[in-house]
């Protein structure tokens, strides 16, 4: 008669298998099921059985991180439509592809501002006051 952790080894080899990488916070190998969904997909992520960690799927992660990102600027677009105290509606449709150089500087401003709105987005400091003449461009 065989013990119980040799059938349980037995059965383990036989539903799943190892993959290639090992687990990123124990370093012990990480199962994944043999069997596979009626869609071909893996039926869950790869656990590890010395630690308890269990990988997410990646797709999922960037999906669930996309709904996330663009929850938040939902939410940022509602808010200054909707809780701003600006007078001219029509400013909030304002983009850099709507701009228009007509002169040296208008074109001057918008190389500033477009300098200005790439150090934000990568998260630089910067610090801007925009000001001009009606007309110049300063609400894009």
């Known amino acids: 008669m065989q013990s119980a952790s040799d059938g349980f080894s037995k059965m383990i080899k036989t539903l799943l298998y190892i993959t290639p990488d090992p687990c990123p916070e124990c370093g012990g190998n990480l199962y994944a099921w043999r069997a596979k969904n009626k869609d071909g997909s893996d039926r869950c992520p790869p656990t590890c059985m010395e630690c308890g960690y269990k990988a997410r799927k990646k797709a999922e992660d960037l999906e669930t991180e996309k709904m996330f990102n663009d929850s938040l600027k939902a939410r940022a677009i509602n808010y200054l439509k909707y809780s701003s105290l600006y007078t001219d509606k029509n400013?909030?449709?304002?983009?850099?592809?709507?701009?228009?150089?007509?002169d040296t500087e208008t074109k001057l401003?918008?190389?500033i501002a477009n300098r200005a709105t790439t150090e934000i987005l990568l998260n630089k400091p910067i610090h801007m006051i925009l000001s001009g003449k009606s007309g110049v461009g300063k609400s894009h």
């Open 109 to 111: 401003a918008f190389e």
């Open 91 to 102: 400013l909030i449709n304002c983009r850099f592809k709507t701009y228009k150089t007509v």
